[in-house]
């Protein structure tokens, strides 16, 4: 009876944090799986659109410079159910990790080296990612020189 006992603590501890990594991942996953919830532009609606550049600063990080058509960053409605998808916030992925919430048209993407890919993707407020025909909009740049 105790072997069954101990067994069960030992594989409902294991089964726990299995489950406990397997959400704190999905949650933060990399852009490629797009494990965030989209929402789809409907046909007949202007679309959002992203583009950007990064700038090297003279402190060796990159100021990520964005331009957004048709879309107006709301941070003071974060998490709101009420809004609409000409609005909301964005998120950084650099190597496909996620980095951080986006507020505004510039930002201090940070360190990067030759080699790193950045993605801005368009969220709304209730972090649900933009997309129009099935396709995510996003901006990306792979760095090319240090």
């Known amino acids: 009876m105790r072997y069954r006992i ?3 603590i030992v594989i409902f501890s294991f089964v726990s944090v299995m489950v406990y990594l397997h959400h704190e991942n999905s ?4 852009a490629d799986d797009h494990s965030h919830e989209a ?4 046909d007949g609606e202007a679309v959002p659109a992203i583009d950007g550049e990064l700038r090297k600063d003279d402190r060796n990080h990159r100021l990520l410079i964005l331009d957004v058509e048709n879309f107006t960053f709301t941070p003071e409605k974060i998490g709101s159910e009420k809004g609409s998808f000409y609005e ?4 950084l992925y650099v190597n ?3 980095k951080s919430r986006i507020y505004s048209t ?3 993407a940070g360190k990067l080296e030759k080699g790193d890919v950045v993605q801005v993707f368009l969220t709304t407020n209730h972090h649900k990612m ?3 025909n099935g396709q995510v909009i996003f901006y990306e740049e ?3 020189k240090e």
């Open 27 to 30: 949650h933060y996953a990399g």
């Open 6 to 8: 101990i067994s069960f």
């Open 39 to 42: 929402v789809e532009v409907p």
């Open 88 to 91: 909301g916030h964005a998120h």
């Open 106 to 108: 510039y930002h201090d």
């Open 130 to 132: 933009l997309q129009r």
């Open 96 to 98: 496909g990790e996620k």
């Open 142 to 144: 792979r760095i090319e």
